[in-house]
């Protein structure tokens, strides 16, 4: 288990969320639009100071996860958010994340599926370089 602290984006990190978002993979947000997501009060928005964030919203059973990303790979970060993004996702009713990953983005779709992350479908050519986005679903117990 990861001794990482995972809390509630503020104002204050979002420069280090549009720093590391502008990583291959991730979303890409402006801050301004990340500002937008604190406002919102369907929106589930957590850091992991300095190390990463992940950006999802609670739509009822489901919880639509919008976008994850670490600083750098393999130092637990996403697992911490993940983890800490289902518990946030369980307080708020939602019974399962959504998302998707590029089939390009192996390291993606290998750290989803190792969390029990499972294919449930894809969208071919999705993404701007053409490759697939694959859907996938993790449920909360
Ligand atoms: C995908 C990403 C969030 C993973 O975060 P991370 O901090 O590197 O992941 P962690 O170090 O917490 O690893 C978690 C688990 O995934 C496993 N994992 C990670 N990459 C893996 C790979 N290529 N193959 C198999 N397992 C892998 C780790 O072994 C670890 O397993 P463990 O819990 O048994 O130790 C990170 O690589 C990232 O930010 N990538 C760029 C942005 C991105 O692609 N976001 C997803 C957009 S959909």
Do not use: H
Not at 106 to 125: D, I
């Amino acid at each position: 288990m990861s001794g990482l602290e995972v809390r509630p984006a503020t104002a204050q990190d979002l420069g280090m969320v549009a720093g590391v978002g502008a990583r291959p993979f991730a979303a890409g947000w402006s801050q301004e639009a990340l500002a937008a997501e604190l406002e919102r009060a369907d929106s589930i928005f957590l850091v992991a100071p300095e190390r990463g964030y992940a950006l999802a919203r609670a739509a009822g059973d489901d919880c639509l996860l919008l976008d994850l990303a670490a600083a750098f790979d393999g130092g637990g970060c996403g697992r911490a958010l993940l983890a800490a993004l289902k518990q946030a996702a369980k307080a708020r009713g939602c019974r399962r994340i959504s998302f998707e990953a590029s089939a390009a983005n192996a390291r993606a779709l290998a750290f989803y599926q190792k969390a029990g992350a499972v294919v449930v479908g894809r969208r071919p050519k999705f993404y701007y370089d053409g490759s697939d986005a694959v859907l996938l679903d993790l449920d909360i117990p």
